[in-house]
């Protein structure tokens, strides 16, 4: 399968701990989302990459979050100090880019997470 | 700042029954538009896209949409359902000045009885 992957698929935390999810994106691709969702809602922009650089955050993301894309392939994603209020499905995302001009993002399983 | 609206939370269709599901945007500027559907344990997979061109684009299984400009809308349309159509489906806006910043509808839950 050579779509977008996500590690780990489930998530189970501590108030307070801190937590990583992985995306792998399809190899060819330059861009890669970060998104989250809650029950009844469609997917929040997070945050997005054009390789390594990260280009743009929401307001949403607190400075608890970060994200990650050192080599410009896989990305990372924590959240520091989880909260209640971070239990959401976070999915990642991955398009190939030309020019700016925006294309199909294509979409991992997303990783749940459930912070107790 | 853009925004989706999909005025419709829960759709029930007997099948063969015709299916429209509404979506509106907000944004002053150029976008492009994307519906994508979401069947039972799986991911979020595209239906289909505008970017430029005839404004009435044909997707996969049978789906369709029609962007109407004046209306800011990107309405998704089938003739006729069928029980696999049972989904979630999103309508999603990208503004042309800013390719990373996409916006997605809470999305409507199709259920087609068969």
């Known amino acids: 399968d050579t779509g977008v992957s996500q590690n780990p698929r489930h998530k189970i935390t501590k108030r307070g701990q801190n937590v990583t999810f992985r995306c792998d994106p399809i190899?060819?691709?330059?861009?890669l989302y970060w998104y989250r969702q809650t029950l009844g809602q469609g997917p929040e922009f997070l945050t997005y990459f054009q390789n390594e650089a990260q280009l743009e955050k929401s307001r949403l993301l607190s400075d608890r979050f970060s994200a990650e894309r050192p080599k410009g392939s896989f990305s990372t994603l924590e959240i520091q100090r989880t909260e209640q209020g971070d239990s959401a499905m976070y999915l990642c995302?991955?398009?190939?880019?030309?020019?700016?001009?925006?294309?199909?993002?294509?979409f991992g399983p997303g990783t749940r997470l459930t912070v107790l | 700042a853009q925004s989706v609206s999909q005025h419709n939370h829960h759709v029930i269709l007997s099948e063969a029954a015709s299916l429209e599901l509404g979506c509106n945007y907000s944004?002053?500027?150029?976008?492009?538009l994307f519906w994508y559907v979401q069947y039972p344990g799986q991911h979020l997979q595209l239906l289909l896209k505008y970017f430029s061109g005839d404004p009435l684009v044909k997707g996969i299984k049978g789906f369709e949409a029609e962007f109407i400009k004046s209306k800011f809308s990107f309405n998704l349309r089938k003739p006729s359902v069928q029980w696999s159509d049972t989904a979630e489906y999103f309508c999603a806006v990208i503004p042309n000045t800013n390719a990373g910043k996409s916006t997605f509808g809470d999305g409507t839950t199709l259920t087609v009885k068969p």
């Open positions: 944004y002053g500027g150029t976008v492009n």
């Open positions: 190899s060819e691709h330059n861009r």
């Open positions: 995302a991955s398009s190939l880019v030309r020019g700016g001009v925006a294309d199909t993002q294509y």
